[in-house]
């Protein structure tokens, strides 16, 4: 589904992401940690090319971009219709509603009818828990229901891979809890997640596979009983015993 290779970032002389490498297979939930600054949402970023990367390819379902070559406009907007993105800080629009917001990926990029857009953006904020806040602004919402919302506008324009940068870190604790259970949900149904998360419990229970960077480098991947219980990478291990603390 996602196949990433020997993917360079630089901003300046900053080396923010050194040789990537990895795959994400139809279905899966892959779970990436690390310490602030290992290069974690540069790496999700470039997924969507929200950055664009200086060398490497990735392949996502039967779109590739190869960055060593100049990349048009055209080619950058196709890609980014394959993934939805869910924000660490919600990035609604914030004079629309619940469901303006949700309504207008479809309408705009895909032309879908508003009344079909409508009718689907109302049934997946139903999903998501927000049913009865259709009409409902930003500012009136909680940040767990704003994300939540985040969560739908993603969903609405029927994408197969959603790539998560940090969705519960700017919230509340109490509120936290509500939007790991849409992800859950959406992992159990077989939604291709690239999750970036500092909830080291979710990672555990919800991933097929973690992956741990540190200095722009993948330091290790593997199962989460093995990235958290049987790790034989001493940084790992350093991770691990600071968070835990």
């Known amino acids: 589904m996602i196949t990433v290779k020997n993917l360079n970032k630089y901003f300046g002389d900053l080396h923010v992401l050194k040789n990537i490498n990895m795959d994400v297979n139809r279905g899966e939930v892959v779970v990436v940690i690390g310490p602030s600054g290992s290069g974690k949402t540069t790496l999700l970023r470039s997924l969507n090319i929200l950055e664009t990367p200086e060398e490497g ?3 996502i379902g039967k779109q590739s971009v190869d960055f060593s070559k100049p990349l048009k406009k055209a ?12 924000f660490q800080n919600h990035n609604l629009f914030p004079h629309f509603t619940a469901l303006e ?11 879908v009818s508003k009344a079909k857009a409508q009718e689907r953006a ?30 739908a506008r993603a969903l609405a324009t029927g994408v197969e891979v959603i790539l998560f940068d940090e969705p519960t870190s700017a919230l509340d604790p109490e509120l936290v809890g509500d939007v790991l259970d849409v992800m859950k949900e959406l992992a159990e149904e077989g939604m291709t997640m690239v999750v970036v998360t500092h909830e080291m419990s979710f990672a555990e229970e919800v ?8 200095q722009g480098k993948i330091v290790e991947e593997g199962k989460p009983e093995q990235i958290f219980h049987h790790t034989n990478e001493p940084r790992t291990q350093q991770f691990l015993n600071r968070i835990r603390k």
């Not at 080619?75 to 869910?86: L, N, P």
């Open 75 to 86: 080619q950058a907007v196709d890609f980014r219709k394959q993934t939805g993105m869910v």
């Open 101 to 111: 917001n949700v309504m207008e990926g479809p309408v705009t990029v895909q032309k």
């Open 57 to 59: 390819e990735i392949t």
């Open 122 to 151: 109302a049934d997946i904020l139903t999903k998501v828990g927000l049913g009865e806040k259709l009409d409902t602004y930003p500012h009136q919402l909680s940040g767990g229901q704003q994300q939540r919302v985040g969560i």
């Open 207 to 214: 991933a097929d596979r973690v992956i741990f960077m540190d």
